[in-house]
């Protein structure tokens, strides 16, 4: 794997240099390095400079510096300076204050990249002398203590998604980190093992996602590959950010101020909102509420969308589209979510189904929205919480229902009184610790193959029962095993279809046995699933059970010259587990059609016939990048038959994208489609290579339908 890491990352810098020169003439760039001035922990910076230099940036001393920020505190316009010695000049840190000239440039929109040990721990002054500010400098000037620690663990810093989307690839030995959350704003860029972050951003516009006071290799020294330093000062999201009610959140009102951040580019904003989220993500007309300037809008009042309000116990879908000056490039942003809390009590804890609770828990909830007291009902039968009354009142959100038994199922109740009426609340469970726990298929999953093998965890029994059935009421006994063999396999399902399992376990030795286990369910899927990317995982290779999604999914690491792609990070998870459509698992592919095309195979070994159930349609789960370069994508069955995506700018696409394929297509190509061997994905033109450009892809949930 030494190799194929050592190639990502060196596609990567490519991939990211690219991105730099296309966004690159946007920005004023500059660098800071004047031989007059002391530096400390960096070194002289002089490589530095260079390097930055002779990639456009100007290169301005400590008077220049001063000059150049009063300048953009003005104008505003886009700007960034890296600092290539790390002593911060009297210049533009005349006080230890907020109010100096650097920390006004940040305010104002500005942009400094700053590398080495500790931040404004010195200022310098043009004799080469230095004034000791300590800790005590970024507490002033940025505000928080930048360097919160914990110190020189030389802890090896793992770079996060946020920091990979910005462009870092160099990792190092921290020496001076801090608390991701020590101030408000702040994007982790690298971490530590303890969470703290080793490199990292302060915004310091409000709803800004890409600007501020950028840190990065905090440690003696300086970053070994200067393109990352170029890929963080020239990082600019295209998209808007920081959406306020923040994405999830429960909103505890029936009207809303929404705000974002605007992305580098945007001139305007298109604005969708409503409480569907398939139209909001697809433009829907009904929720496309205008175009305009502002980066607020208000709902749920008079004048406004949803006049009337919004509704208690629903969720809400909103999504911005940026629009450059020329009023025709766009970006489109994420689909964000807000939900106006249920009139019924909601987030119970333990949340409802959970496992292994102490036995002598505490139950909380989160009251409906207007209510003012609560009545709990609480016991070990379903039936008897369902049917009761008469509870007390209560004014506060939780309930302690004394110890509990071991290995055993509770359920739970709250009604909520708002003043005008009594409201029922649904029936929460969770179960005791010592008790079984499903393993696969996780219970209350929804989409799960045909043919799955159930498999739990054991609780204190020494053997178990299996029921099974589509029945939750009446159960049949499928089987029975000792300890070491949890598992059962109940054979091909029916498609779209609830079923329910139960484990009870016994234990002589034990007195509380037999335990009756908890009731789960699943729900297969009404498609067959091709490669949802769940089941591939970071096992060593050779070693028993490693299923690496890059061993699955056959790139090109081995013929470069002819396949520029490349599955899987670079580091585990090889598998996706943040870009993910479904589930937990998506697969990344890198491309780069220096070589004319990339692609990647899967060889089916299961699942080879797709005529059953009159399947007529292949779906793909695709998400590209604004960023990536626009190639070709198609899919190859067998190794021949080619479909191509009727957009040819379908791998610039930055949200999931679903793909749907006639197999007609395929079958009037000569595929057999009672027996698919394989399966491509590739970017390029397959029967005819050119030299094209690179980007990274995301696929997930290929899957067949049926009409």
Known sequence: MCKKLIYVILFMLVLGLCEVQALGQEWDRAAYWDGRYPSAWGGGGDAVRDALEAAGYTILDADQLKTWMDGHISDKELSVVVFCRDVVPETVAETMTSNCTIRRYLDAGGKVVWYSDWPFYYQGSSDGTMV??????????????????????????????????????????????????????????????????????????????????????????????????????????????????????????????ISWGPGGFAASHDVYFGDNFDDVQTGAESTFQGNQADTNFVVGFPGFPFPEGLVPGTTYYWRIDDVKADGVTKYQGDVWSFTVPPKTAYLPDPSDGAASAAPDVELKWTGGFGSKLHYVYFGDNFDDVNNAAGALPQGTTKYTPGTLKMAKTYYWRVDEFDIVQTLKGDVWSFTTEGAVEPLDPPNGAVDVTQTPVLTWAPGFGASHEVYFGTDATSLELKGSGNLGSESYDPGQLEWNTTYYWRIDEANSANADSPWTGPLWSFTTASFLIIDDMESYNDVDEGKPGSDRIYLAWIDGFDNPATNGSVVGNFDPPFAEQTIVHSGNQSMPMAYDNAVGKSEATLTLTSNRDWTVKGFNTLTIWFRGSSSNAAENLYVALNGSAVVNHDNPDAATRASWTEWNIDLKAFADQGVNLANVTSITLGLGNRSNPVAGGAGMMYFDDIRLYAP
Do not use: C, Q
């Open 132 to 257: 000791t500010w300590g800790s005590a400098g970024a507490t002033s000037v940025l505000g928080f203590n930048a360097s919160s620690g914990p110190n020189d663990t030389l802890d090896v810093v793992e770079i996060t998604d946020a920091g990979a989307t910005w462009g870092m690839t160099e990792t190092w030995e921290s020496s001076r980190p801090t608390s991701p959350t020590i101030s408000a704003n702040m994007t982790a860029l690298a971490t530590i093992s303890t969470g703290s972050a080793a490199a990292w951003v302060k915004h310091y516009l409000p709803g800004d996602n890409y600007r501020g006071f950028v840190r990065t290799f905090d440690r003696s020294g300086a970053p070994t590959i200067i393109d990352d330093l170029i890929r963080l000062a020239e990082y600019t999201a295209t998209t808007s950010g920081n959406p306020t009610p923040a994405d999830g959140a429960f909103h505890p009102d029936t009207w809303a101020s």
